[in-house]
């Protein structure tokens, strides 16, 4: 089962406050024992919301937003893609989250549909159209990894 | 990174149809076509799901779903590679109108690169800070 696992926001991430030496050692050092144990299949962390924007359609026409975005601890700082066998086990892995001291700090956990959870909606054709794409996508990410 | 927000149908577990499922995928073949698109996942509704929160003291609390404030939740996600913010916006406004009724939130936000931690990295934690991300 895969989970995304997102660290909600707070009023340092959306002021635009980077991480110390020690705060990006010790989550490194999580990562590295996430990699490890072969449950990490992505991470990335977020700007602030003030570079970005939402697009809301009303009646199917878009309108354009510009961040930031109040409510800060609704918005996400940063995730990881996490495969575990339980929700139980992705908890686990989400206690262990370095938590700099004083800090509040809220992750959430959600569970990432898989291509069997749409039943017959989803035709033998668009299975074979989304793994083709997939498979695409991957690429491209190797390209980008190799191009850092 | 493009977030599809949640609302009242995804929260209540309504599965899309098949015509939103080939709109998503031409949608999603367009992107990868001009090599934008490097992931994208859907989420089920928030009452599968659960949080951790940390006191500040090294206590965790977990709270089972479902959240309230539907539209503040994440619904799916995709991460694309683009040049500017314009850009995306201009590919999320051909977001597909058979989702959400015509009606769908798109969050757009920058992912952090891994020339933004600036002095942060050091020679010691760059293999498994750095190294790691855009997985």
Redo the contacts between chains.
Sequence with gaps: M???V?IKADERTEAGV????E???A???Y??EL?KAGV????????S?A????????????S?IDGP?A?AK?L?A??W?LDVKS?EE??EW??R?P?T?????????????EVD???????PE?RA??QE?RE??EQ??LA??DD? | MVIRMADEETEAGVLPSTELIEAMTRYNEQLVKAGVMLSGEGLMASDRGARVRFDGTGRTTVLDGPFTEAKELVAGFSVLRADSLEEVIEWVKKWPVEDGHGNARIEIRQVVGPDDFGDAVTDENRTYTVDLSGR
């Design positions: 895969r989970f995304m997102m980077l991480p110390t030496e705060e990006l050692t989550m490194g050092r990562n590295e990699v990490l299949l992505a991470g990335e962390g977020l700007h919301s570079k970005g924007a939402r697009v809301v359609f009303s009646d199917g026409v878009p354009v975005f409510e609704e996400v940063g995730f893609l929700k992705a908890i989400v206690k989250v938590c001291e004083g800090v509040e700090v809220t992750i959430e956990i959600r569970q990432v549909h959870d749409f039943g017959e909606a989803f035709t668009l159209k989304d794409l695409k996508e491209l990410r980008v990894r850092r």
